[in-house]
């Protein structure tokens, strides 16, 4: 159908080269229509508005409830994780440590793998606390202490013996506290 018949036959052949096997013609086209008194639907002017309107009813014909959920449960996420990031940070190392502990245990095959892991991780510590009892130092008590408060305790007596300051009656006096004082 055409305006007014004119082109209707040209229309009918192109309808038939795409496929279409018997193709109507409205003698008159669209206007014999209307003038027969047939049901005619004057179309709406369609503006962007109406346009959008029609494809947001669309799409949420296809939303479900899930989906709402969903986004509604997504949106609370994105915002913690925006308002309290170090916390999200902190909850996501957790988890990648989490998984990769896990993916880890579950690769071994045999008791040997976790000993062999365990070996691993040990090493370490102990090397690490050979290296600290040597760089330690025993205090009068003989309990460790790191080199710091040797130099620190040194330097508090040093400054008692030169304001001719005196231990407290009951006090011991470390043997470095007798050396200062009778240097001072």
Same mark, same amino acid.
Not at 43 to 71: C, H, M, R, S, W
Not at 86 to 92: A, V
């Given at each position: 159908?055409?305006?007014?018949?004119?082109?209707?036959?040209?229309?009918?052949?192109?309808?038939?080269? @795409?496929?279409?096997?018997?193709?109507?013609?409205?003698?008159?086209?669209?206007?014999?229509?209307?003038?027969?008194?047939?049901?005619?639907?004057?179309?709406?002017?369609?503006?962007?508005?109406?346009?959008?309107?029609?494809?947001?009813?669309? *799409?949420? =014909?296809?939303?479900?409830?899930?989906?709402?959920?969903?986004?509604?449960?997504?949106?609370?996420?994105?915002?913690?994780?925006?308002?309290?990031?170090?916390?999200?940070?902190?909850?996501?190392?957790?988890?990648?440590?989490?998984?990769? *502990?896990?993916?880890?245990?579950?690769?071994?095959?045999?008791? /040997?793998?976790?000993?062999?892991?365990?070996?691993?991780?040990?090493?370490?510590?102990?090397?690490? *606390?050979?290296?600290?009892?040597?760089?330690?130092?025993?205090?009068?008590?003989?309990?460790?202490?790191?080199?710091?408060? @040797? /130099?620190?305790?040194?330097?508090?007596?040093?400054?008692?013996?030169?304001?001719?300051?005196?231990?407290?009656?009951? =006090?011991?006096?470390?043997? /470095?506290?007798? /050396?200062?004082? =009778?240097?001072?």
């Amino acid at each position: 159908m055409d305006n007014d018949g004119s082109r209707s036959k040209g229309i009918a052949r192109a309808l038939r080269k @795409v496929g279409v096997k018997r193709p109507y013609l409205v003698q008159g086209g669209y206007r014999s229509w209307v003038q027969e008194g047939l049901r005619v639907k004057e179309p709406k002017p369609e503006t962007t508005f109406t346009i959008l309107n029609e494809e947001a009813e669309a *799409i949420l =014909e296809d939303v479900t409830l899930l989906q709402v959920l969903g986004y509604g449960v997504g949106f609370l996420a994105a915002a913690y994780a925006l308002l309290e990031w170090e916390t999200t940070l902190q909850l996501i190392a957790i988890f990648g440590l989490s998984q990769s *502990i896990y993916r880890r245990v579950a690769s071994y095959e045999n008791s /040997n793998d976790f000993n062999r892991d365990v070996r691993q991780l040990v090493v370490p510590v102990k090397l690490g *606390i050979s290296w600290a009892a040597g760089k330690l130092e025993t205090n009068c008590n003989g309990l460790p202490t790191l080199p710091s408060s @040797v /130099n620190v305790q040194s330097r508090v007596l040093q400054a008692a013996a030169k304001h001719g300051s005196q231990p407290v009656e009951g =006090e011991e006096v470390s043997p /470095n506290a007798e /050396n200062l004082s =009778e240097a001072a």
